[in-house]
């Protein structure tokens, strides 16, 4: 560009077109060391962020995974609630319980039977355990009879 620039003073544009050259020259070279500078991530930059990455993954399902638990037994106690409403509405009609939940269903006092939050069917004893005209209940996360924890039984007889 400065080579075709026409100026009133002929010493001007010498001082112009070695100045451009020169400037010219300049930027290259720091375009290029720029570059060269700003390729990209290293390796080790890569492994860094993986790694944070990986802490905060492991934070949120440390802090997830109880509360969902929590949320199952809470849910199968629910589902308990209502079937033991279920059950003594049943008794109010018919002036006695019902042999079974497959009655509750059968008889109209509710749409269908739930499972329970582990995919098991609840359990339905009459007599109860100490003395209760009936239990229902789940067998909770290990589908068998006692445990502790998430694998406790979780019904009526709890209260």
Do not use: C
């Amino acid at each position: 560009m400065a080579r075709f620039l026409k100026t009133r003073h002929p010493g001007e544009s010498r001082t112009l077109l070695s100045k451009s050259r020169r400037d010219s020259g300049f930027r290259r070279n720091d375009v290029r060391k720029r570059r060269k500078d700003e390729d990209g991530f290293t390796l080790v930059e890569l492994m860094v962020v993986i790694v944070i990455i990986g802490l905060l993954a492991t934070v949120v399902v440390v802090n997830v995974m109880p509360a969902q638990d929590t949320a199952r037994v809470k849910k199968a106690e629910a589902d308990i609630a209502t079937l033991e409403q279920a059950a003594e509405l049943y008794r109010l009609n018919r002036l006695n319980y019902p042999a079974g939940l497959d009655a509750l269903v059968s008889e109209g006092f509710i749409k269908r039977l739930p499972t329970d939050p582990w995919g098991n069917a609840y359990r339905y004893a009459a007599p109860g355990r100490s003395g209760a005209p009936f239990d229902i209940y789940s067998l909770g996360a290990d589908n068998a009879e006692g445990g502790e924890g998430d694998d406790a039984d979780i019904g009526t007889f709890a209260k």
